[in-house]
Antibody, heavy 121, light 106 residues
Framework: EVQLLESGGGMVQPGGSLRLSCTAS????????MSWVRQAPGKGLEWVSA????????FYADSVKGRFTISRDNSRNTLYLQMNSLRAEDAAVYYC??????????????WGQGTLVTVSS | DIQMTQSPSSVSASVGDRVTITCRAS??????LAWYQQKPGKAPKLLIY???SLQSGVPSRFSGSGSGTDFTLTISILQPEDFATYYC?????????FGGGTKVEI
């Protein structure tokens, strides 16, 4: 059974840092591109970042570029999101999501349960 | 960035109704569109990918159509478990973008 389990969320002050983790099981993690998608309370979905598999390419939303860093450790089946210089508008539930294999575009077939990040002084 | 516009933002419906949700892209995205269902407090669930391909395990009452800039999600016979919020997502180019959501409510 495919499982994605996020952790690392919590409350942080503006300007602070947080590192999210997503531990995968039930599939060959190294063979899949992975992403982070967030959802502010009561709002819609916002794509944050993606990490490919073949050349290690990474992609970011403009709203987090230069502040967030996505990485992965295939030996630990874990995806990370290092978040620096956090702002109030970064407060959201952060989901880890797996890219579907059957098409050459990023669509997500499995999602974690999410981890809540609160940014407040 | 490609803007994704969903309509309506909410729809009131009854069990057994046919429901249609529209998603419009600000530029041509070919068939690179996905639809997700999200229930309160839960992660999104993939329903449709590549505009019209049904994800494994998703009931056949869900269907998708369209290409280019205009897309549709149809629920043929609404079931109680279908009351949720639905999102479209373009997968054509980065940054990936989602529609604002359509809430299907009683």
């Amino acid at each position: 059974e495919v499982q994605l389990l996020e952790s690392g969320g919590g409350m942080v002050q503006p300007g602070g840092s947080l590192r999210l983790s997503c531990t995968a099981s039930g599939f060959t993690f190294s063979g899949y591109a992975m992403s982070w998608v967030r959802q502010a309370p009561g709002k819609g979905l916002e794509w944050v970042s993606a990490f490919g598999t073949t050349d290690g390419s990474t992609f970011y939303a403009d709203s987090v570029k230069g502040r967030f860093t996505i990485s992965r450790d295939n030996s630990r089946n874990t995806l990370y999101l290092q978040m620096n210089s956090l702002r109030a508008e970064d407060a959201a539930v952060y989901y880890c999501a797996r890219k579907i294999l059957v098409i050459p575009r990023i669509v997500y077939d499995y999602w974690g349960q999410g981890t809540l990040v609160t940014v407040s002084s | 960035d490609i803007q994704m516009t969903q309509s309506p933002s909410s729809v009131s419906a009854s069990v057994g109704d046919r429901v249609t949700i529209t998603c419009r892209a600000s530029q041509d995205i070919s068939s690179w569109l996905a639809w997700y269902q999200q229930k309160p407090g839960k992660a999104p669930k993939l329903l449709i990918y590549a505009a019209s391909s049904l994800q494994s395990g998703v009931p056949s009452r869900f269907s998708g159509s369209g290409s280019g800039t205009d897309f549709t999600l149809t629920i043929s016979i609404l079931q109680p478990e279908d009351f949720a919020t639905y999102y479209c997502q373009q997968a054509h180019i980065f940054p990936l973008t989602f529609g604002g959501g359509t809430k299907v409510e009683i």
